[in-house]
């Protein structure tokens, strides 16, 4: 018996009939089933372009960049819903929604997750999570867990007061110590970024940790700093992490080992009195010193790595903008050469509060790096199901996550040149302004009123219950941290004519503000005038 003849057309004809057919089908069924909602007042669902795991996958590919493309592409919608394997993730892209999140922030609650990531993070162990775990949302009068306590005093110790005014000066006088010492050679190119990183690692650890953490006395922590920091979106996955981050993990181990040898030894009673509270409360919560010297590591990180990313892009955009940089000269020497003399030494004051309430260009070019480099995520666990502003139906144990990248991208709150870099949107000006086109600050310059724009569109401290209780003491930090530097350094780029501002790397799980794609290369050298060798000296008050 002959087999039927198959020409090559015919097979294609078969292999579409009994192969493609029903693969489409299946697709096509699995779409509409996975478009659907949940409930009729269920934000607009995008399904993914592959079925069921799509956005998983385009998380997990391009990282914060692929939620953010599908806000902006979807600029229309204020919230919409993204089907994920077995629940929900609701991304919202509207500052009045955000602030909806946020008042309902018992239903819609951070605390579930906190001890999920710090558990995977930090390495913690089971003894340990069980405490954490306990009392985390605790009601008025219930019982409070270690993460309330915490979280409290860190609130209140940071919070406007005087403590945030001794701290501030602390660490201005430290990183004012680390800048004296940086030695230069005008001739041999310098990463921007390591040289920031170095200098707000190693002052971070004094003022917060004292003379004798860590890092000061082992300086090969550092990198394991830089490596732990760089792992941690792996380090979050926790599959098998010595072998799938080795040197994520190999640096944690190593920082927390050395904090638990400087906690045992009680070095930390040379050290601020925010780490002594925080070990105190630890230990009043049962927790044993190992695990509280991984949990120090935690806010040794938050301490370091958006005051160094924020500080590496304010000066890339000052040094990169030479009339933008005279403006911001001009305003700090202003503050320095207020003739205020400390009577007993003679030393000339910087006063931190000046550098705040009247160097406006300063602050703008503060605020607008902030804006540009953070894409940040508030997320949120829905506890039961809710009505988002009387509108929206979430379900119960789906995730809600703020789109703060989707909101600093938004024209219709900071103008049609959202994606460029311009302080001046944070300016009142008055005939020539500030920057490029004017060359320096020409009429009257002020700062924005802060209800210029909506108050929960700038994202880069989070907002609600995990507004960055750092803020104002990270401000006070990087605002003397670049006016020491202005006054004290000339940087020219180590190729080409200008120093360029790279773009952002937005393709990695943002967990601080976005570092540059390459690297940026400069000659640093010292500025050898009067005005240098007062602010080497200067005593810093509030
Ligand atoms: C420009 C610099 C900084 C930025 C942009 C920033 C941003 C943030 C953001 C967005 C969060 C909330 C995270 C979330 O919602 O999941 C946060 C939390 C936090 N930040 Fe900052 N931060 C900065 C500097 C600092 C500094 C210098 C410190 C401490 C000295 C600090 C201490 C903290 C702490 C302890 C938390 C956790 C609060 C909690 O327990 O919920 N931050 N920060
Ligand atoms: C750092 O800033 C980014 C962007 O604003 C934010 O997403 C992140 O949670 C912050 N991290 C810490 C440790 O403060």
Same mark, same amino acid.
């Given at each position: 018996?002959?087999?039927?003849?198959?020409?090559?057309?015919?097979?294609?004809?078969?292999?579409?009939?009994?192969?493609?057919?029903?693969?489409?089908?299946?697709?096509?069924?699995?779409?509409?089933?996975?478009?659907?909602?949940?409930?009729?007042?269920?934000?607009?669902?995008?399904?993914?372009?592959?079925?069921?795991?799509?956005?998983?996958?385009?998380?997990?590919?391009?990282?914060?960049?692929?939620?953010?493309?599908?806000?902006?592409?979807?600029?229309?919608?204020?919230?919409?819903?993204?089907?994920?394997?077995?629940?929900?993730?609701?991304?919202?892209?509207?500052?009045?929604?955000?602030?909806?999140?946020?008042?309902?922030?018992?239903?819609?609650?951070?605390?579930?997750?906190?001890?999920?990531?710090?558990?995977?993070?930090?390495?913690?162990?089971?003894?340990?999570?069980?405490?954490?775990?306990?009392?985390?949302?605790?009601?008025?009068?219930?019982?409070?867990?270690?993460?309330?306590?915490?979280?409290?005093?860190?609130?209140?110790?940071?919070?406007?007061?005087?403590?945030?005014?001794?701290?501030?000066?602390?660490?201005?006088?430290?990183?004012?110590?680390?800048?004296?010492?940086?030695?230069?050679?005008?001739?041999?190119?310098?990463?921007?970024?390591?040289?920031?990183?170095?200098?707000?690692?190693?002052?971070?650890?004094?003022?917060?940790?004292?003379?004798?953490?860590?890092?000061?006395?082992?300086?090969?922590?550092?990198?394991?700093?830089?490596?732990?920091?760089?792992?941690?979106?792996?380090?979050?996955?926790?599959?098998?992490?010595?072998?799938?981050?080795?040197?994520?993990?190999?640096?944690?181990?190593?920082?927390?080992?050395?904090?638990?040898?400087?906690?045992?030894?009680?070095?930390?009673?040379?050290?601020?009195?925010?780490?002594?509270?925080?070990?105190?409360?630890?230990?009043?919560?049962?927790?044993?010193?190992?695990?509280?010297?991984?949990?120090?590591?935690?806010?040794?990180?938050?301490?370091?790595?958006?005051?160094?990313?924020?500080?590496?892009?304010?000066?890339?955009?000052?040094?990169?903008?030479?009339?933008?940089?005279?403006?911001?000269?001009?305003?700090?020497?202003?503050?320095?050469?207020?003739?205020?003399?400390?009577?007993?030494?003679?030393?000339?004051?910087?006063?931190?509060?000046?550098?705040?309430?009247?160097?406006?260009?300063?602050?703008?070019?503060?605020?607008?790096?902030?804006?540009?480099?953070?894409?940040?995520?508030?997320?949120?666990?829905?506890?039961?199901?809710?009505?988002?502003?009387?509108?929206? $139906?979430?379900? *119960?144990?789906?995730? @809600?996550?703020?789109? /703060? !990248? +989707?909101?600093?991208?938004?024209?219709?709150?900071? =103008?049609?040149?959202?994606?460029? $870099?311009?302080? *001046?949107?944070?300016? @009142?000006?008055?005939? /020539? !302004? +500030?920057?490029?086109?004017?060359?320096?600050?020409? =009429?009257?310059?002020?700062?924005?009123?802060?209800?210029?724009?909506?108050?929960?569109?700038?994202?880069?401290?989070?907002?609600?219950?995990?507004?960055?209780?750092?803020?104002?003491?990270?401000?006070?930090?990087?605002?003397?941290?670049?006016?020491?530097?202005?006054?004290?350094?000339?940087?020219?780029?180590?190729?080409?004519?200008?120093?360029?501002?790279?773009?952002?790397?937005?393709?990695?799980?943002?967990?601080?503000?976005?570092?540059?794609?390459?690297?940026?290369?400069?000659?640093?050298?010292?500025?050898?005038?009067?005005?240098?060798?007062?602010?080497?000296?200067?005593?810093?008050?509030?």
């Amino acid at each position: 018996m002959a087999l039927p003849n198959f020409s090559p057309e015919s097979w294609i004809v078969y292999a579409t009939a009994f192969i493609l057919i029903p693969i489409l089908t299946i697709i096509i069924v699995i779409q509409s089933y996975s478009q659907r909602k949940l409930n009729p007042r269920e934000p607009t669902v995008l399904a993914p372009a592959i079925p069921v795991i799509g956005h998983i996958i385009g998380m997990a590919i391009f990282g914060g960049r692929y939620i953010k493309n599908l806000g902006i592409r979807h600029r229309d919608l204020p919230i919409f819903t993204l089907p994920v394997p077995g629940s929900r993730i609701y991304i919202v892209a509207d500052p009045s929604l955000a602030v909806a999140v946020q008042r309902a922030s018992k239903v819609l609650s951070f605390t579930p997750i906190i001890p999920e990531v710090t558990e995977r993070v930090l390495g913690l162990d089971a003894a340990t999570m069980e405490i954490t775990r306990k009392n985390l949302d605790p009601g008025p009068g219930e019982e409070r867990g270690f993460l309330a306590d915490i979280q409290d005093m860190v609130y209140v110790q940071l919070g406007p007061g005087s403590y945030l005014e001794e701290l501030s000066l602390a660490a201005a006088h430290e990183i004012q110590d680390e800048i004296a010492s940086v030695t230069t050679q005008p001739t041999s190119p310098i990463d921007l970024l390591s040289w920031v990183r170095h200098l707000v690692t190693v002052s971070t650890a004094k003022y917060l940790y004292g003379p004798q953490n860590p890092i000061a006395v082992d300086p090969s922590l550092e990198t394991s700093f830089w490596d732990f920091d760089h792992g941690l979106g792996s380090l979050l996955m926790n599959i098998y992490p010595s072998i799938t981050a080795p040197k994520a993990y190999l640096g944690r181990e190593k920082l927390s080992a050395a904090l638990l040898v400087y906690l045992e030894a009680g070095l930390h009673k040379k050290g601020s009195s925010i780490v002594q509270r925080r070990v105190e409360i630890a230990q009043q919560h049962g927790w044993a010193l190992p695990a509280i010297a991984r949990e120090e590591l935690s806010f040794l990180f938050a301490g370091i790595v958006n005051a160094t990313t924020s500080t590496f892009w304010i000066l890339v955009h000052l040094y990169a903008d030479p009339s933008l940089l005279a403006s911001v000269r001009e305003e700090v020497q202003a503050v320095l050469e207020t003739p205020k003399l400390d009577s007993t030494s003679g030393r000339a004051r910087l006063y931190l509060t000046d550098l705040r309430d009247t160097c406006p260009v300063l602050v703008a070019v503060y605020r607008e790096c902030l804006r540009l480099g953070s894409d940040t995520y508030s997320t949120r666990l829905v506890k039961q199901d809710h009505i988002l502003a009387n509108q929206y $139906f979430l379900a *119960k144990n789906s995730v @809600v996550q703020i789109a /703060g !990248g +989707v909101i600093h991208a938004d024209s219709r709150i900071w =103008g049609e040149d959202v994606d460029s $870099f311009n302080p *001046k949107r944070f300016l @009142v000006t008055k005939e /020539g !302004g +500030v920057g490029k086109e004017n060359g320096g600050v020409g =009429g009257v310059v002020k700062q924005k009123q802060n209800n210029a724009f909506h108050p929960a569109a700038f994202r880069a401290f989070g907002g609600g219950k995990t507004l960055c209780p750092g803020r104002h003491f990270a401000m006070n930090e990087i605002l003397a941290f670049v006016a020491l530097v202005v006054l004290q350094f000339d940087m020219k780029p180590a190729h080409g004519d200008k120093i360029e501002v790279p773009r952002k790397n937005d393709g990695v799980l943002p967990v601080h503000i976005l570092e540059p794609v390459c690297p940026v290369e400069v000659l640093i050298s010292r500025r050898e005038d009067s005005v240098a060798r007062k602010a080497r000296k200067a005593k810093f008050s509030m």
